[in-house]
């Protein structure tokens, strides 16, 4: 008989210490097996052969494969669950699929290499960038590089290099907008050796897949998004983190990791050369960067000859300016028209979805909110329905205001449903979509990538996603449609995401391709924020900002620590936040604790939030907080990238 301590992937399992199972086979540390798991099975791998205990233990129901999970992930797994202190069940359910519940005999399926893109010669600026990270000692870089300067090539050279080592790559992308584009890149260099894996697959494709990486011993070329971290892919020679300044690389549950300290984790384990990529890099991470002295590697020119940019700023308090429709200026319009009949795209850019961001009643003031939450239901015009994009809350909209029963109901502050409306009105022969977390899966971004890619599609309408990495040939148009969407958010990283959420969507243009325009509409046309990102200026604003975190103590100059307690009650949330906040004082640690504060959303799923906020200069203060508070009904989130 032989005894075992298992890690089991199950979420629900949240003690650190591992289980102990029995079994008459002998299996090796490492090996993946499915347990008895409470009142069900679940899989888990081999930490430890132990004794046997003085305890009665359940038996292991069978081993999945003859494959063992391999060492360097089960480093990375142990260095993660001290790092981001969680429930080891969740922990673990990141390196080890728990749906992976039955044997399978994996059949690599890599990428298709349909019509592989002609790579054209390299550039000055990129092969000085290539001599520059193959002659350095480091083995960490930060590509600061623009829109169109040509990133992808770098990360497709280092690759090359790798490979030739027999060494494996790993490419981070942070949405799966993104994957198509790279995959089809990768693939054309690389035939038979290249892997998406991200959490768009379906659960058997995406196991399978698992599987695929975890027995195959010749090198691959993974591309995914931040759960790709965790596959069982061997002997990493190069990782690559693309679009570095996303949040989506921060994980929103338990564990909240941020990807970024993970990859580079994961590359030392490895002793793999790690690069980052952007065009706005974090604040934090480019002053890190500097202060520890990783080369910081600039390309400011684009890859095809530089082709010009037209940028115009229109001031939204000037209503002469918008006589034709309310929200999208006549000079906007006059550019959209030209690119219609030159048979080139558009891309209008508005960080907001829906139709109506606020349904009120002109008479009392009343506003229709979501009864869970207390914020604003979103008026979805496609179906007529009400919804809390919060907690899903869906009602149909009033005919009378249930306040004072006035039928004088308006509708504000439109979202990208309803410039898809006006657009459609004032262009009925165009091919017009729309791309945000509103679409259907048949209308998501990556299945039209090849339509959009090749023109098929006259104007884009969307949020965000569409200012993410993108390089669309036929584009010659951005339009913004309001320059401040962001900045109201009471938050410090808020300056921040609207500079690069501008920097990146007037990026599209001027890639090379063709002659561009950009056209950005703005309440406040002077402001240091807006002619920064407009003219490109990464640097000024860096400047800027870095100086107000000092000021006021924000990351870089200190770690972060977000308690959040969430009750049935204001008093309750408000009574536990305090005891929580006499807690940490009697600690007596060198941290600034700022008192207990409802979180920016209050309400949300029908239950009260309160927050409370710690600073410290030694992360291991924090670590130090987590470890002495009590178990109960409270999360945290060690390195939050903002405080909502």
Wanted: a positive charge; hydrophobic letters at 35%.
């Amino acid at each position: 008989m032989y005894y075992y301590e298992v890690f089991v992937s199950d979420g629900s399992y949240q003690k650190n210490e591992p289980l102990t199972y029995f079994s008459t086979y002998k299996f090796a540390v490492g090996s993946m097996v499915v347990v008895p798991f409470g009142r069900k099975k679940t899989v888990g791998y081999i930490f430890a052969r132990v004794p046997e205990p003085k305890f009665s233990t359940k038996e292991i129901i069978f081993r999945i494969t003859d494959t063992t999970l391999p060492k360097e992930t089960v480093q990375l797994l142990d260095w993660l669950r001290v790092y981001y202190p969680s429930g080891s069940g969740a922990t673990t359910q990141l390196f080890v699929p728990s749906a992976l519940q039955q044997k399978s005999r994996a059949k690599l399926t890599n990428a298709p290499n349909q019509n592989p893109p002609v790579l054209p010669k390299l550039t000055k600026q990129q092969a000085s960038v290539l001599i520059d990270i193959q002659k350095s000692s480091s083995k960490s870089f930060l590509v600061h590089g623009e829109t169109g300067s040509g990133k992808t090539r770098i990360y497709l050279e280092l690759a090359k290099v790798q490979l030739a080592k027999g060494r494996s790559v790993l490419i981070l992308t942070p949405e799966i907008s993104l994957v198509p584009q790279l995959e089809k890149t990768f693939a054309g260099e690389f035939p038979g050796q290249v892997l998406s894996l991200h959490s768009g697959l379906t659960t058997s494709v995406r196991n399978r897949r698992w599987l695929e990486i975890l027995q195959q011993n010749n090198p691959l070329v993974i591309i995914g998004t931040r759960s790709a971290l965790f596959s069982p892919l061997k002997n990493i020679g190069l990782i690559v983190v693309d679009e570095m300044h996303e949040p989506a690389y921060k994980q929103d549950q338990a564990p909240r990791y941020y990807a970024l300290r993970v990859a580079a984790q994961a590359a030392h384990i490895h002793k793999a050369v790690i690069v980052y990529g952007s065009a706005t890099p974090p604040i934090i991470e480019y002053y890190v960067a500097t202060a520890t002295k990783t080369p910081i590697i600039r390309m400011d020119e684009t890859a095809m000859p530089s082709a010009e940019v037209n940028r115009t700023v229109v001031d939204l308090r000037d209503k002469a300016q918008f006589s034709r429709q309310g929200q999208m200026s006549d000079i906007l319009l006059s550019a959209i028209e030209k690119r219609l009949l030159d048979k080139e795209q558009s891309l209008i850019f508005l960080n907001r979805r829906g139709t109506a961001r606020l349904v009120l009643c002109q008479v009392c003031g009343w506003q229709a909110l979501c009864p869970q939450c207390d914020t604003s239901l979103i008026y979805h015009g496609d179906d007529h329905r009400l919804r809390c994009h919060t907690c899903g809350f869906r009602s149909t909209p009033p005919l009378h205001c249930p306040e004072c029963q006035s039928d004088d109901i308006t509708y504000r502050s439109i979202g990208t449903k309803a410039l898809v409306s006006e657009l459609q009105r004032l262009y009925p022969k165009a091919v017009i979509r729309r791309f945000d977390t509103d679409n259907l899966a048949s209308e998501q971004l990556q299945k039209h990538y090849e339509a959009i890619h090749s023109g098929e599609i006259d104007i884009l309408v969307g949020t965000q996603m569409l200012g993410k990495g993108l390089d669309l040939p036929r584009l010659s148009l951005v339009g913004i449609v309001n320059a401040e969407t962001g900045l109201s958010v009471p938050d410090f990283s808020s300056a921040e995401r609207s500079y690069q959420l501008l920097h990146q969507a007037i990026g599209r243009v001027g890639r090379g391709h063709r002659s561009g325009e950009v056209i950005v509409q703005s309440y406040n046309p002077d402001s240091p924020l807006l002619q920064a990102a407009i003219k490109q200026d990464w640097p000024a604003f860096y400047k800027h900002e870095l100086a107000e975190r000092q000021q006021f103590l924000f990351p870089p100059f200190c770690f972060l620590l977000k308690l959040s307690v969430s009750r049935k009650s204001p008093v309750a949330a408000e009574q536990f936040s305090m005891r929580l906040h006499d807690q940490i004082s009697q600690l007596r640690l060198t941290v600034r604790l700022n008192d207990p504060t409802p979180s920016f959303y209050e309400r949300s799923h029908g239950r009260y939030n309160w927050q409370i906020v710690v600073r410290a200069k030694q992360r291991q203060h924090l670590l130090d907080i987590i470890a002495a508070l009590p178990s109960g009904n409270w999360t945290y989130d060690l390195d939050p990238i903002n405080l909502l």
